[in-house]
């Protein structure tokens, strides 16, 4: 498949078609080996994300971080990540998605060994930025490697696999960060959480050298400047109020910000467009939204990201501040949500979405939903004596959810892209998803804060206040899922495969990107 507004390119000659032959058991174990590299380290980002909340007060009591340099450890690597995704994303197509993705991960392990070593509050904030921009070359590789690597019909295993890591980074990070810091290990205090990147990282380095192949477009791209400071410039324009409006009082400015990147990414399209029209190299391929699969999935992946936004963090409040429990403990609650999450998304593209197709994805949000539900209940019946076993039917059930979600999503998505065009494709994908991430805790301020009286000391009324504003948060984040379920129409029925290329069997050698670099 290529780019409706892809010009067209002097033919080479054609050679005949190989017959179909599976890859060797060598060369299918070295693929393995490098999609188990690239999903450590999607997973140490989805750690790292929430990890550092659980040790914000070690880190003030320690460093001796004023709140404005807390804010900025926090949404500087956000900010960092969702400017630089799509660009990340583009350079491993124009460069080679092995060389970008080292690259990335061997500056993801110094910036988290300088964070681990920082001297100062200044420096950790400088490093968590360059690790969010580290971060952000590292993470779309992941997905276009797996595109590249794997067969169509292969790849709704290997989503599988993806899903059930975004179950265990979703509250691994928390729980993580619990442990390493009530642990103390050896007198470092909060260090630890960003020091346990740098075995990590060195393997995956080290092996990823080894045994993943490289891959780029077929033909050779340029990278399109003029669309990296726009694209950059409208999601920091988009993002920095969002993620910071509440702190600040929601500002005049910040809304003129957020009208300004309407208008940055109007000129971006436009830009955009064009350069395709010209010279085929831009930095967004627009032919990807003509995709009805892609254009849909990104549509449900920026609402999903919001209702993912809402939860997490009015969740992650409501049990430390409302509830008054330790990190390690809310942390331990989350585990059966983790648990279900995993075991859904592992059965959901291999099992579920080859016969029933997107009424997977659709059973996944109302089930998302059904467990708020019954959150909302248990909140209300059980107020501040609600205990975490308490709590596990409810996660049980979002999980279940979630999983049902997340990895066919990602199948849906890129089904149909051309392998051309995955990096661009990836960055897109991770993108509006923290765009969507950053939309939902600007919303916090408005659905959680917002009904609460902040004025109340005594601490049993502290508690009822918090369990009042748990549940309105969660009822925004069911009308959300509702309106991913309404969204979820416009996917296809089924997810498509490659021109005669049928589900159960691989690949033509001639269709087929080098698995492996030997």
Request: charge should be neutral.
């Amino acid at each position: 498949m290529t780019s409706p507004s892809t010009p067209s390119t002097p033919s080479t000659p054609s050679t005949p078609e190989k017959a179909a032959t599976p890859p060797d058991s060598h060369a299918d174990r070295r693929r393995w080996i490098a999609l188990a590299i690239v999903m450590t380290a999607a997973f140490m980002d989805l750690v790292d994300v929430t990890i550092v909340n659980i040790a914000i007060p070690s880190i003030q009591r320690d460093a001796g971080a004023t709140f404005s340099q807390i804010q900025w450890i926090t949404a500087g690597y956000a900010l960092a990540l969702g400017a630089g995704l799509i660009t990340g994303g583009r350079l491993g197509d124009i460069y080679g998605r092995k060389k970008v993705f080292l690259v990335g991960i061997t500056g993801f392990t110094v910036a988290s060994a300088l964070c681990g070593f920082a001297a100062n509050p200044e420096m950790l904030v400088a490093s968590r930025i360059l690790q969010g921009a580290m971060a952000a070359l590292m993470v779309p590789q992941v997905l276009s490697i797996v595109h590249a690597t794997f067969p169509a019909h292969e790849r709704g295993k290997v989503f599988g696999l993806f899903g059930m890591v975004v179950g265990l980074g979703a509250v691994s990070g928390p729980l993580l960060g619990a442990l390493l810091t009530e642990w103390n290990l050896f007198g470092l205090e909060w260090r630890p959480i960003f020091l346990i990147n740098l075995p990590v990282g060195v393997a995956g380095v080290l092996l990823g050298r080894k045994f993943i192949t490289e891959s780029k477009a077929p033909r050779a791209l340029k990278l399109d400047l003029v669309g990296v400071v726009l694209v950059t410039a409208g999601l920091l324009m988009l993002l920095y109020p969002l993620t910071r409006g509440r702190e600040l009082g929601w500002p005049l400015w910040g809304y003129a910000m957020m009208a300004g990147a309407v208008v940055v990414f109007g000129a971006l399209v436009a830009y955009e467009k064009r350069k395709g029209e010209r010279d085929g190299s831009p930095l967004v391929e627009m032919s990807l939204f003509k995709v009805k699969s892609f254009a849909a999935g990104i549509a449900v992946q920026t609402v999903f990201g919001v209702s993912l936004g809402i939860f997490f963090l009015v969740w992650t409040m409501y049990m430390q501040l409302g509830l008054q429990w330790s990190a390690l403990r809310a942390g331990l609650t989350g585990v059966p949500f983790s648990i279900a999450v995993s075991f859904a998304a592992g059965i959901s593209v291999q099992k579920l979405v080859p016969r029933f197709g997107r009424k997977v994805l659709q059973a996944g949000a109302l089930t998302m939903a059904a467990g708020v539900l019954i959150y909302i209940w248990e909140a209300g019946r059980y107020g501040a004596d609600i205990a975490p076993w308490q709590m596990a039917l409810p996660l049980v059930v979002m999980g279940l959810g979630m999983g049902l979600i997340v990895a066919p999503l990602t199948d849906a998505v890129l089904s149909e892209v051309p392998r051309e065009h995955a990096g661009s494709a990836s960055g897109l994908i991770n993108t509006v998803q923290q765009m969507g991430n950053a939309l939902g805790l600007g919303l916090v301020s408005v659905v959680f804060f917002g009904v609460m009286d902040e004025d109340v000391v005594l601490p049993e009324r502290v508690a009822a206040e918090f369990v009042h504003g748990f549940q309105n948060a969660l009822w925004w984040v069911v009308g959300v899922l509702v309106a991913i379920f309404l969204l979820m129409l416009a996917l296809p029925k089924r997810a498509a495969r490659p021109e005669g290329a049928d589900a159960s069997a691989p690949v033509p050698e001639a269709e087929r990107e080098p698995a492996l670099a030997h």
